[in-house]
């Protein structure tokens, strides 16, 4: 009878497999000789006691208190732990939907969008990951569409008023609980803020703490959660800080005939979400959340003007107001998002695939006529799930090939971005939500979310699952109705819902 050899990827699966046992066990393995040397000292403890009464009793003393209280020390500078404890996404009603037809019929209709600009818009959402079941605010409905400060406060008041409601809900706890308040929309600044808004509505207490983040583009909701975590470790132990994120697409919808101003128009759609975190205490216990706080890591590359000027404000030549799109914006995406992941890389990834970086690092560098090429960390042995903002469709496909991650990853982000559209900084909460619907969601699970935004700015923000979702949660989260039908197709063309 003759041996057959395994095949050459499994061998080399599990040669990978085992180096990366062998380094990220290192601790273990090192263990063991001093483990043995251990019990070689207490199987000759009779010999060793007379050698070692000659050592003075101070230096015993010493032997064993620095430690403890280097140890000590480090236990108490270290910072407070932050928890989700639940969050809530904003499920439009059916009267906001709008379809292709609609939207396509609308673009025809609309004064300031001719032929040639009619047929790129199509193109664009054609090809843009949207699907069928999208939502736009009421004001966007109108011929032609309605964009004033009373339009884009109804949207706002929609949206927060829903989420924060419907968490508030969830949590079954009293508004008087709150803390800390910190609300983010980058285009809609009313006087009061947002956060006043929150709290006039809710009735909150007279020494909340509120801040509004504006101006931060799509990343400002992981910017409002590094606020809240910054806030609540300087607060007083169980403290509850509310997150609010949204984007109000009433106020900057674009009346000119720019191209690189329409796509905005064309891509966003109404979200929002709001989360409640806590510091552990009697009050919120860690086992009554659902994630942990593991880190924050945020870059910014506005000193180059390339970057600062790739999704700006502007005013177009005839004095229309919208949000600029420049063609630079996938690659300075792509540079930021390199060098957020270079930070974000050295304080998750495990040793061996630190190890296998710098070793091919250290050889381009030092033999660079040999074409070696720079080995690109896997990411999924840090992580288990994937949160990458759903700016488009264009966006998702450069991320998944910078990580080289795997389709079902970046379906989260995929599937979020057809069912919901781009919904600003609020979409890493629906592609939570999408994970959980689906019941992927386990103890110990790490999250890692990605978020750009004008500056230009790439955030991550990294959660460890430390108590599943509720049984049934699914059913009352913003995939309720239309779960079952994900994931789906998604052509290069016109999307299949």
Not at 207 to 223: P, T
């Amino acid at each position: 009878m003759t041996m057959s050899s395994p095949p050459p990827g499994r061998v080399k699966h599990l040669k990978t497999a085992v180096y990366r046992l062998v380094v990220d066990n290192l601790l273990a393995v090192a263990a063991v000789p001093v483990l043995v040397v251990a019990a070689t000292v207490v199987l000759l403890r009779d010999e060793l006691l007379p050698r070692l009464g000659a050592v003075r009793h101070v230096h015993l003393f010493l032997a064993a208190f620095v430690p403890f209280a280097v140890a000590t020390l480090r236990l108490l500078r270290r910072p407070r732990g932050v928890y989700l404890v639940d969050y809530a996404c904003f499920r439009p009603p059916p009267t906001c939907r709008v379809p292709f037809a609609t939207y396509a019929e609308h673009c025809r209709l609309t004064p300031n969008i001719d032929d040639g600009n009619f047929r790129f818009m199509t193109r664009m959402l054609e090809r843009s990951g949207l699907g069928d079941r999208t939502y736009v605010p009421h004001s966007k409905l109108y011929l032609p569409p309605r964009s004033g400060l009373e339009e884009a406060r109804e949207e706002a008041e929609q949206v927060v008023f829903a989420a924060v409601g419907d968490l508030l809900a969830r949590t079954r706890i009293r508004p008087d609980a709150i803390d800390i308040v910190v609300t983010n929309c980058s285009g809609f600044c009313p006087t009061p803020s947002f956060a006043d808004m929150v709290v006039n509505r809710f009735k909150l207490r007279g020494d909340v703490r509120a801040v509004h983040v504006s101006g931060m583009g799509c990343s400002a909701g992981l910017i409002a959660v590094e606020v809240a975590r910054n806030l609540l470790q300087a607060a007083p132990r169980g403290a509850h800080a509310l997150v609010v994120s949204t984007e109000t697409t009433s106020f900057f919808h674009y009346n000119g005939t720019s191209r690189s101003m329409l796509l905005p128009t064309a891509l966003f759609r109404m979200g929002g979400a709001a989360a409640l975190l806590t510091t552990s205490s009697t009050r919120s216990t860690p086992s009554r959340s659902r994630y942990r706080l593991s880190h924050v890591v945020r870059t910014l590359t506005a000193a180059d003007d390339r970057a600062y000027r790739c999704a700006a404000q502007e005013e177009d030549g005839e004095g229309n107001l919208g949000v600029n799109l420049s063609a630079d914006l996938v690659a300075v995406a792509g540079q930021t998002l390199k060098a957020n992941i270079a930070t974000t890389g050295s304080r998750v990834l495990p040793t061996s695939e630190k190890i296998r970086f710098a070793l091919s690092l250290a050889a381009r560098r030092l033999l660079p006529g040999t074409g070696s090429r720079l080995y690109v960390p896997d990411f999924r042995t840090a992580f288990e799930h994937f949160c990458i903002h759903a700016g488009g469709r264009a966006v998702i496909d450069a991320v998944q090939t910078s990580l080289g991650l795997r389709d079902e990853d970046v379906e989260p982000s995929r599937m979020t971005l057809h069912r919901f559209g781009n919904t600003s900084s609020s979409s890493v909460w629906y592609e939570l939500a999408y994970i959980e619907a689906k019941g992927r969601a386990r103890e110990g699970d790490r999250v890692w979310m990605v978020g750009f935004g004008s500056g230009f700015k790439c955030n991550s923000v990294v959660w460890e699952c430390v108590g599943p979702p509720p049984r049934g949660d699914a059913a009352s989260g913003p995939w309720a109705d239309s779960i079952h039908e994900y994931p789906v197709a998604i052509s290069n063309g016109k999307n299949m819902a």
